[in-house]
Nanobody, 122 residues
């Protein structure tokens, strides 16, 4: 079983950058593709980006393409989300989870971590 802890969120002005981290515990982290999701107030959770277990393949939802970059370090059991050119509409709580397929974002773990809040001011 993998347990996940997200961090790195904060308050940033539009156009700014943040780097989120997702630290995983459990020895099978490197076996999983990993994804980032976000949930804005009053909205459903949205699939944002994913990366294959090797890091060789990535997926991004259209709204973040060219601005966000997902990466992973299997030696550190950590997946990252570099977010540049942030917009107010990126404001949400960001979560990570293992996924079965990177283009679908079908999550492996039924329970979610606490997430990390990202707030982008205009």
């Amino acid at each position: 079983q993998v347990q996940l802890v997200e961090s790195g969120g904060g308050l940033v002005q539009a156009g700014g950058s943040l780097r989120l981290s997702c630290a995983a515990s459990g020895r099978t982290f490197s076996n999983y593709a990993m994804g980032w999701f976000r949930q804005a107030p009053g909205k459903e959770r949205e699939f944002v980006a994913a990366i294959s277990w090797s890091g060789g393949s990535t997926y991004y939802t259209d709204s973040v393409k060219g601005r966000f970059t997902i990466s992973r370090d299997n030696a550190k059991n950590t997946v990252y989300l570099q977010m540049n050119s942030l917009k107010p509409e990126d404001t949400a709580v960001y979560y990570c989870n293992a996924v079965h397929t990177i283009v679908v974002g079908d999550v492996v773990l039924k329970s979610w971590g606490q997430g990390t809040q990202v707030t982008v001011s205009s």
